[in-house]
């Protein structure tokens, strides 16, 4: 089974940039797309971006067009997130999350069927 870790967050500065990473520890060499989510304090948890398997096809939600990049190292087996311009709106527990190829790019957290255990993301003012 897929089991997904995120990396890269922490403490940064209003304006700087973060690249978040997820990878599948469990090396199971499925194929799946990418979701990265994103839930801040007292909010509900909500779509960042999305990914097929292979990266060629992406998704982002319409709050973070321009600003947010979701790529694949095929390297590393990794998917990434490049955020750019962050401002403490931004500030969230940030996850990644798998799901079948036909729910590619899905905003729907419920059709996504296996999660990391997300990572911090605090961006200060």
């Known amino acids: 089974q897929v089991q997904l870790v995120e990396s890269g967050g922490g403490l940064v500065q209003a304006g700087d940039s973060l690249t978040l990473s997820c990878v599948d520890s469990a090396r199971t060499g499925s194929t799946y797309a990418t979701g990265w989510f994103r839930q801040a304090p007292g909010k509900e948890r909500e779509f960042v971006a999305g990914s097929s398997w292979n990266c060629e096809t992406t998704y982002y939600a319409d709050s973070v067009k321009g600003r947010i990049t979701i790529s694949c190292d095929h390297a590393k087996k990794t998917v990434n997130l490049q955020m750019n311009g962050l401002t403490a709106e931004d500030t969230a527990v940030y996850y990644c999350?798998?799901?079948?190829?036909?729910?590619?790019?899905?905003?729907?957290?419920?059709?996504?069927?296996?999660w990391g255990q997300g990572t911090q993301v605090t961006v200060s003012s």
């Open positions: 999350a798998a799901t079948h190829p036909r729910y590619t790019g899905s905003p729907h957290s419920e059709e996504y069927d296996n």
